[in-house]
């Protein structure tokens, strides 16, 4: 009788020491294009090269034969850089995406005042992001890096200038150079 008494008062010992201590569960935010992006840095690059293969001249259709069948990078320059709040006559510059596909593109003067709201929509495919501008124009952009904190997008310039090079008495020099604009843009989730 003592040990079943015994026994039926360490029960209750027993379950109240293994008591689970509070909520210890880690909460991880999901990562998503949806909020609002404060434009940090915008850089500007120009990337020439020679161009790979053929061309031919839309104004005159002229067909320039080359002799480099693959296009051979040349250089990189960083043209501009543009650092909101210091460089800019905006305080801020706030991209905010949202699930319907409508991004609000908000400026922010240095007295905290908002001005020339822009709505515009876009689409989201994997690494790529489409922009329709509010003037009509359309950008395609690559996503570099979208995490909870960051945003990093890089223009997909449609503007590709190609052109062949003469000497200097005008005579083809069986070389087609090509030049390229992008831009960077690195926003903070504000």
Not at 87 to 99: G, H, L, M, Q
Not at 103 to 118: A, H
Request: glycine share 4%.
């Amino acid at each position: 009788m003592k040990k079943l008494l015994l026994i039926l008062l360490c029960l209750p010992i027993l379950f109240s020491s293994c008591k689970k201590e509070g909520n210890n569960e880690v909460v991880i935010e999901p990562i998503s294009l949806n909020n609002a992006w404060n434009l940090n840095v915008e850089n500007n690059f120009l990337e020439k090269g020679i161009f790979g293969g053929n061309y031919i001249d839309g104004n005159t259709n002229i067909i320039y034969n080359n002799s480099v069948n693959e296009s051979l990078f040349i250089s990189n320059t960083l043209q501009y850089v543009i650092t909101s709040g210091e460089s800019t006559v905006f305080k801020s510059r706030i991209w905010s995406f949202n699930e319907s596909q409508s991004l609000i593109e908000t400026y922010v003067d240095y007295n905290d005042i908002t001005y020339n709201d822009e709505q515009h929509s876009y689409l989201k495919k994997s690494d790529t992001l489409e922009i329709n501008f509010q003037n009509g124009n359309t950008q395609k952009f690559l996503i570099n890096k979208l995490d909870i904190n960051e945003l990093q997008i890089t223009s997909i310039q449609n503007d590709t200038t190609i052109f062949p090079i003469f000497n200097i008495n005008g005579v083809y020099q069986d070389s087609i150079m090509y030049h390229i604009t992008s831009t960077k843009y690195y926003f903070l989730k504000q």
